[in-house]
């Protein structure tokens, strides 16, 4: 039914980009905020970006302020994090996400989520 597919990750070298992107299946994707998290190694998830259903307000953890920036693609059913600046303490697993209604920093509040992507940033 709902699938969400997150693809992107890979390694790269501290000052390097990224972009990784979220394709939606089996739900009205406009009607859904989306938010992106991450899992580092001995770390518990922790919320990254957020877009609300329009795409007209984001939000963002302090760490990646003016690093991150999340966007989505309604026509498209695609978010996406594009990554510049990259550092070594970004390394982690990372999730999009997907919620009915508005968007929030709290992963509980999730409704659908993806099968994660890999970000490997070597120093």
């Known amino acids: 039914q709902v699938q969400l597919v997150d693809s992107g990750g890979g390694l790269v070298q501290a000052g390097g980009s990224l972009r990784l992107s979220c394709a939606a299946s089996?739900?009205?994707?406009?009607?859904?905020?989306m938010g992106w998290f991450r899992q580092g190694p001995g770390k518990e998830r922790e919320f990254v970006a957020a877009?609300?259903?329009?795409?007209?307000?984001?939000e963002y953890v302090d760490s990646v302020k003016g690093r991150f920036t999340i966007s989505r693609d309604n026509a498209k059913n695609t978010v996406y994090l594009q990554m510049n600046s990259l550092k070594p303490e970004d390394s982690a697993v990372y999730y999009c996400?997907?919620?009915?209604?508005?968007?929030?920093?709290?992963?509980?509040?999730?409704?659908?989520w993806g099968q994660g992507t890999q970000v490997t940033v070597s120093s």
């Open positions: 089996g739900l009205t994707f406009s009607r859904y905020a």
């Open positions: 996400a997907a919620r009915q209604g508005g968007f929030c920093v709290d992963l509980r509040r999730y409704d659908y």
């Open positions: 877009i609300n259903r329009s795409g007209s307000s984001t």
